[in-house]
């Protein structure tokens, strides 16, 4: 089982990137998605997921910039990132999870090595 996390780089404040996260191993449609990403001497934070029929959640801070979603042909989850901002700069990584009937995402049982984002001013 894997989770293969690419799609990071340098952008200038404003502008896309779109994260993509390959799975290996297992099949997409038993498991919910999460982006998490951790800045520089701060806490990891969940940033977005996607359950198993799509339904999403954002934190409040990338609602309207970030959409989460899920291509379970192609065995991976993308989190296209716009109007990206200097505080968005942090390393992202991707999780998979089986959640129970009542959750939507988590909890976590695989994780990708991360991919670095870098948004300047």
């Known amino acids: 089982v894997q989770l293969q996390a690419s799609g990071g780089g340098l952008v200038q404040a404003g502008g896309s990137l779109r994260l993509s996260c390959t799975a290996s191993?297992?099949?997409?449609?038993?498991?919910?998605f999460g982006w998490f990403r951790q800045a520089p001497g701060k806490e990891r934070d969940g940033v977005s997921c996607?359950?198993?029929?799509?339904?999403?959640f954002y934190r409040d801070s990338v609602k309207g910039r970030f959409t989460i979603s899920r291509d379970n042909t192609q065995n991976t989850v993308y989190l296209t990132m716009n109007n990206l901002k200097p505080e968005d700069t942090a390393v992202y990584y991707c999780?998979?999870?089986?959640?129970?009937?009542?959750?939507?995402?988590?909890?976590?049982?695989?994780w990708g090595q991360g991919t670095q984002v870098t948004v300047s001013s």
């Open positions: 191993g297992f099949t997409l449609d038993q498991y919910a």
């Open positions: 999780a998979a999870g089986r959640p129970d009937a009542v959750t939507l995402c988590g909890p976590y049982e695989y």
């Open positions: 996607i359950g198993r029929s799509g339904g999403t």
